[in-house]
């Protein structure tokens, strides 16, 4: 009778580090997909909602004194230069002269209006732990950082979960689980020294890249935010120092369309 081969101890301790490894890298592959893909959108969608209406307020309000500023300077320089004026001609250029700020205003306005769909269109707590759930399962048995040797079929597979967990589609991870599940099969380590150290270095340093992205992330907005958005205290003085912008440019335009006034007038008497 033939008995099983027994792996050395050096290679059964390999096979062990590996097997930890992975698990590892498991774990800190779903939280950089968590902060990408779930906490960083929520806590924009947040900032968006609770401070980002406001600054498109007061953008709006800065546009619109810079427009008649200007739209005054080109009168005047008109007049200066004893030339007709064609108010026509004049506000075509301001419209020229402002488009990368009315670009700004589209790009603010979309963002809050994401932050709005997104905060009404978040899941339930039942349904979020189901999906997180889910995608732990999909990422362990299909990532390609733990699983190196996938098949066609299960990159492409493995693409579509990417897409469902991007889009926040509970019932298509559902679906690919049970594809998965279907074709389900064990995944033996390798018992080779040399592709056994291959891979525990490889992993060692995918988990140490991995660590250092997420610090870095934790550095930029939104994450920088996290803190000030639960601080009450922080968004009321935030929001009042808006306010503030908003009144300053609010004056602006009433000066700014009384000197208008005048120098229409002027124009149309004759009067310079």
């Known amino acids: 009778m033939v008995k099983d081969l027994q792996l050395s101890p050096e290679i059964a301790k390999l096979q062990t580090e590996v097997t930890t490894l992975e698990k590892e890298l498991g774990k800190v592959i779903l939280e950089q997909d968590e902060m990408i893909n779930a906490i960083k959108p929520n806590l924009e969608a947040e900032y968006h909602k609770t401070i980002g209406y406001k600054e498109l307020e007061c953008l709006e309000n800065e546009i619109a004194s810079r427009r008649i500023k200007r739209q005054i300077e080109l009168l005047q320089a008109a007049i200066n230069r004893q030339e007709e004026i064609d108010l026509d001609r004049i506000e075509q250029q301001l419209d020229d002269e402002l488009q990368e700020w009315y670009e700004k205003v589209k790009k603010q306005y979309k963002k809050v209006k994401e932050a709005q769909d997104r905060i009404e269109g978040l899941m ?16 362990f048995k299909l990532h390609p950082d733990l699983n190196p040797y996938q098949s066609e079929d299960e990159v492409n597979l493995w693409h579509r979960i990417q897409l469902a967990y991007q889009s926040g589609d509970l019932d298509e991870l559902r679906s690919l689980m049970i594809i998965l599940e279907s074709q389900d099969k064990a995944v033996e380590l390798p018992s080779s020294k040399e592709t056994l150290e291959k891979r525990k270095k490889g992993l060692t340093e995918q988990i140490q890249k991995i660590i250092g992205k997420l610090s ?29 912008k908003i009144h300053h440019f609010e004056d602006k335009c009433r000066e700014y369309n009384e000197l208008l006034k005048v120098l229409l007038v002027s124009i149309e008497t004759g009067v310079n």
């Open 124 to 139: 339930s707590d039942e349904d979020s732990a189901e999906f997180k759930k889910l995608y732990r399962k999909l990422v």
């Open 216 to 244: 870095d992330m934790e550095k930029e907005f939104p994450f920088t935010m996290a803190k000030n958005l639960a601080d009450k205290d922080w968004v009321r003085t935030k929001l009042e120092k808006i306010d503030d």
